[in-house]
């Protein structure tokens, strides 16, 4: 099984956590950096660990103090051969971290770096869907809509051939919504992910989260879905494979 979207490097012990995932059969992960530090950092991680790869961007939140050196200093990390995909970028108007002028730009620049470098880009969107459907707009790239929340976005997903994660929040009980959209989206364009060390999915729900913990999260699409757990688990071991070029 894959995790497709954890952040290690917020980890207190990421090492062990990649421990403890392959334990549980987890023995892919994609760690996600946030800055350029971060991603300096998550790289580090990838490059100890055989099934960790990274996905490297500057986030939303991060988005004001970014600069046009920031930006280059992204693309050299993107050249290292375990960096799979641009992100998580996007917009946050929920938030609201980062002055939204600067989301704009950082957003934009990061769809011109994935074009440029033929990587699938990472997209993080919170109360700003329509904004971040305009800037997608052009992309031609594959587009990962990590952390999926938006069921009324899914018509143009699908239509687009975008990949769609689920994370942690599609198996609390009033996520009901959110389970109907999983049902709806094509066998090969679904992913999970845990997005540690947030939102960690029932049963475990309230506790630091960490890849391990993705196989509840596919347990519970699988029910949703009428899919077999396992089945379900290598489909979107593939479709990350495919995604991801891993
Ligand atoms: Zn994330």
Redesign the pocket.
């Known amino acids: 099984m894959i995790d497709t979207?954890a952040?290690l490097t917020a980890l207190d012990d990421p090492d062990a956590a990649v421990g403890r995932a392959a334990e549980s059969g987890v023995t892919r992960i994609l760690t996600?950096g946030t800055d350029v530090e971060d991603c300096r950092s998550a790289l580090e991680l990838a490059e100890r660990h055989e099934g960790v790869s990274a996905i490297l961007g500057i986030h939303p939140h991060s988005a004001g103090n970014a600069a046009d050196a920031d930006l280059a200093k992204l693309r050299e990390l993107l050249a290292n051969p375990k960096a799979v995909a641009v992100g998580?970028t996007g917009l946050d108007w929920y938030r609201d971290y980062a002055p939204r002028h600067d989301q704009r730009r950082v957003f934009a620049a990061q769809l011109e770096l994935a074009s440029e470098l033929g990587k699938p880009v990472v997209i993080?969107t919170r109360a700003a869907d329509d904004d971040t459907l305009t800037g997608l707009a052009d992309f031609a790239g594959a587009v990962v809509l990590?952390c999926f929340s938006s069921p009324h976005l899914l018509p143009t997903a699908l239509d687009r051939g975008w990949y769609v994660a689920f994370a942690g929040n599609a198996t609390f009980p009033k996520a009901v919504d959110l389970r109907l959209a999983a049902t709806q989206v094509p066998h090969d364009r679904i992913l999970a992910e845990t997005?540690s060390p947030y939102l960690a999915p029932q049963p475990v729900r309230g506790k630091p989260n960490e890849p391990a913990n993705v196989v509840h999260t596919v347990a519970a699409l699988g029910r949703a879905r009428g899919d077999d757990p396992g089945e379900l688990g290598r489909q979107i071991e593939r479709n990350a494979a495919q995604c991801f070029g891993l």
């Open positions: 979207h952040h996600v998580e993080h990590h997005d």
